[in-house]
């Protein structure tokens, strides 16, 4: 994945916990914006803090995001 925002197809491919820099991407967020919204709490997803890291769910951000798994495409793989 590049440095830009991230597409569908790469949201849909985040495992289920995610740095808090990729959580940014998906917002289409600079870094140093993301850690500060994060830091303020205005982040709109929630962030677990694990020892130094902060984290994000990424079910949680795909909620936000408003970005379903296509039906055809979770039967197929099931």
């Known amino acids: 994945m590049s440095g830009s925002a991230l597409t569908r197809d790469e949201l849909l491919a985040l495992p289920p916990v ?36 902060q984290r994000v769910l990424t079910a949680e951000l795909l909620e936000v995001l408003n970005i379903q798994p296509d039906t055809a495409t979770t039967a197929a793989a099931a």
């Not at 808090?20 to 709109?44: H, I, M, V």
Request: avoid cysteine; charge should be positive; glycine fraction near 12%.
């Open 18 to 53: 995610i740095d808090l820099e990729t959580a940014g991407r998906a917002f289409g967020l600079k870094r140093s914006t993301t850690y500060d919204l994060a830091r303020r709490g205005e982040l709109p997803v929630a962030t677990l803090r694990l020892g130094r890291a």
